[in-house]
């Protein structure tokens, strides 16, 4: 070949785009004739990434720690065939730890005019809104010697909702439900429960419980069975002030509040009654109401997958008014938040007659295990001091549970993994005892 062809051949292939030239091989090429004619033709055979078609399908939602499958459609309108590295770009939350150079990334090849698809496996580690980035597709010729780079943007959205551990507890609880319904012979009767029907006494019942009237115009006993009260509001408050960020063994304290609350939205739905959710810090976070049974748990269920606690002191004369403003009629309203002295006692004391004049308050809190494990060190000088810094702050948090019962409120305080069904079992015995 004469120089000014060679020269032609290195000026276009100093023209080629990023990725396919790498300016150093200029003074290689220069003497290697050949080389340079290999890597013009393999740049030449390889399929343009530009033209490339890319569609998504898949999955929109996943619970936190299952696996979301996301199709990536790839169509190859050129006459070459595409044989190509592709990237699949996600936030680093979507994947876990050190499994996302093999997840996002795959190796394709198309014939002409043909479409491939291919599935990225998508593992949340976070909630929330997952975003596709971008798709990086690296064209290479049959020689593999250089290759084409481009980008494609193509959206997609995965929601990875909370993951409701607790519902391993939902039998158990349902069971007890049936129970205080009067379906099963175990018949309960509290202060405001509702009379059902009539049925011969056996021994072991209630005498309070005759029909008198009943037992006259029949040869036999009659007593009475009851239910408790269906179609109570009960209106779920979550707190996502910077108390909601401290964390309790591996999550979250707002993450295990919305287990909790995930758990007796399901049981008390499954009662009859309705339940709306309020999430507040200085202002609303997330509301949903007015859902009936069948919806109400996938509404909150989409609503807390985007919570995040917020790095502020929660307002709570705000939280206060806002839930006064939400629950108009007489409901039960469960507040998850802290029983820590200083908010408790500044902020949320001084408004809690408001809440309790005009409805039943019960306050669930989530325990720290890392301070019921200091409690019973011993052995070593710092283990002393562990032991009665753990003793000293669980005594504080029991006094300022003690300060909200002398309110009237109900206080629920447990560890991460019993607070769900602690929870449960107080709404089933304000229920039984007719306190809704």
């Not at 100093?14 to 004739?33: F, H, K, Q, R, Y």
């Amino acid at each position: 070949m004469a120089v000014t062809g060679r020269a032609a051949l290195l000026a276009a292939l100093g023209s080629l785009p990023v990725g396919i030239w790498d300016p150093s091989w200029t003074g290689l090429l220069a003497v290697n004739t050949p080389l340079a004619l290999a890597c013009a033709c393999d740049a030449a055979l390889a399929a343009p990434v530009r033209r490339l078609g890319l569609t998504r399908s898949g999955d929109t939602s996943v619970r936190l720690g299952d696996t979301a499958d996301i199709t990536l459609t790839v169509s190859n309108p050129s006459s070459r065939p595409l044989r190509a590295h592709l990237r699949d770009a996600w936030p680093p939350s979507s994947w876990q730890p050190g499994t996302e150079i093999t997840a996002s990334r795959h190796h394709i090849t198309i014939p002409p005019g043909e479409r491939r698809r291919i599935t990225t496996h998508l593992r949340p580690t976070r909630r929330g809104d997952h975003r596709a980035d971008r798709v990086t597709i690296r064209s290479y010729g049959p020689l593999r010697l250089v290759a084409r780079q481009g980008t494609h943007k193509v959206s997609w959205t995965v929601r990875s909702l909370p993951p409701f551990t607790s519902r391993k507890h939902l039998p158990a609880k349902l069971a007890r439900l049936r129970e205080l319904d009067g379906r099963t012979s175990a018949l309960t009767r509290g202060e405001g429960t509702e009379f059902d029907s009539l049925r011969e006494y056996v021994p072991g019942d209630d005498t309070r419980s005759i029909d008198w009237r009943a037992t006259a115009r029949h040869s036999a006993v009659a007593v009475r069975t009851w239910r408790p009260e269906r179609d109570r509001h009960i209106l779920l408050v979550l707190d996502t002030g910077r108390t909601a960020a401290a964390r309790v063994g591996d999550t979250p304290r707002l993450d295990a509040a919305m287990d909790a609350a995930l758990l007796l939205a399901a049981l008390a739905s499954r009662a009859g009654d309705r339940v709306d959710l309020l999430a507040y810090d200085r202002r609303v976070r997330a509301l949903v109401q007015g859902r009936t049974a069948r919806d109400v748990l996938p509404a909150l269920v989409d609503a807390m997958a985007s919570l995040e606690p917020e790095l502020i002191e929660t307002d709570a004369r705000g939280l206060t008014a806002t839930a006064l403003r939400t629950a108009r009629r007489r409901s039960l309203i469960v507040l998850l938040t802290t029983l820590d002295p200083a908010p408790v006692e500044e902020g949320l004391l001084p408004v809690l007659p408001q809440l309790t004049q005009r409805h039943s308050v019960l306050i669930a809190s989530v325990a720290d295990p890392h301070i019921a494990r200091m409690a019973t060190a011993r052995g070593t000088t710092a283990g002393v001091y562990e032991a009665a810094a753990a003793a000293q702050a669980q005594t504080e948090r029991h006094r300022t549970a003690e300060q909200l019962r002398r309110h009237g409120v109900t206080i629920v305080d447990a560890m991460p993994q019993d607070l769900p069904a602690a929870l449960a079992d107080a709404y089933l015995t304000l229920k039984a005892a007719g306190r809704l």
